[in-house]
């Protein structure tokens, strides 16, 4: 199975900061990787897909990079609405598998 | 617009069998791969498995002796059996739609959570 490991587990920033969080896969899964986040509750919403193709009707300061091995998330100028935790999943084999999640605290 | 719902039982002792509905409004169950996916309490997201545009089932290998995922299209409903539950299978249980050739989940059901105890 593939094993994806994020970091860091939590941060914390404020309004209006560039924050990037990372996630690593356990073998190559060339840009098979999306991102999501979660708030308390919720079902996780998707932001990227393909590593780096934003879904539609998300925020432009959403970006993701990487490919292979690992890959990044990065909020350009954080908002109140982006505080939730944020996950990354592969689909390039399955079981597909998550990230154990990053939380991001003001 | 494309709208998930599910419903099942949330709590059921162990050794029970848990079963979960999930249906899909505003668009076809059968041109799409549905998954089921949980989350144990305060921890990430597992994958249980899923079914294909042929209806055939694919499983997490760590489930697979006790879960089976089906669909009736006639109803555009997709649901889950999971059995022999132990208190490590409460969680909440999400279905979600797999699209493209990345195979993201761009559509989720509410989630319900399932409390196994005795």
């Known amino acids: 199975d593939i094993q994806m490991t994020q970091s860091p587990s939590s941060l914390s920033a404020s309004v209006g900061d560039r924050v990037t969080i990372t996630c690593r896969a356990s073998q190559n899964i060339n840009n098979y990787l999306n991102w999501y986040q979660q708030k308390p509750g919720k079902a996780p919403k998707l932001l990227i897909y393909?590593?780096?193709s934003l879904q539609s009707g998300v925020p432009s300061r959403f970006s993701g990079s990487g490919s292979g091995t690992d890959f990044t998330l990065t909020i350009s100028s954080l908002q109140p609405e982006d505080f939730a935790t944020y996950c990354c999943?592969?689909?390039?084999?399955?079981?597909?598998?998550f990230g154990q999640g990053t939380r991001l605290e003001i | 617009q494309v709208q998930v719902q599910q419903w099942g039982a949330g709590l059921l002792k162990p050794s029970e069998t848990l079963s979960l509905t999930c249906a899909v409004y505003?668009?076809?169950?059968?041109?799409?791969?549905w998954s089921w996916i949980r989350q144990p309490p305060g921890r990430g997201l597992e994958w249980i498995g899923e079914i294909n545009l042929s209806g055939r089932s694919d499983y997490n290998p760590s489930l697979r002796s006790r879960v089976t995922i089906s669909e009736d299209t006639s109803k555009n409903q997709l649901s889950l059996k999971l059995s022999a539950l132990t208190a490590a299978d409460t969680a909440v249980y999400y279905c979600?739609?797999?699209?493209?050739?990345?195979?993201?989940?761009?559509?989720w059901g509410q989630g319900t959570l399932v409390t196994v105890s005795s």
């Open positions: 505003g668009g076809s169950l059968s041109n799409y791969y």
């Open positions: 999943q592969q689909s390039f084999r399955t079981p597909y598998s």
């Open positions: 393909a590593a780096s």
């Open positions: 979600a739609r797999g699209v493209g050739w990345t195979q993201r989940f761009d559509y």
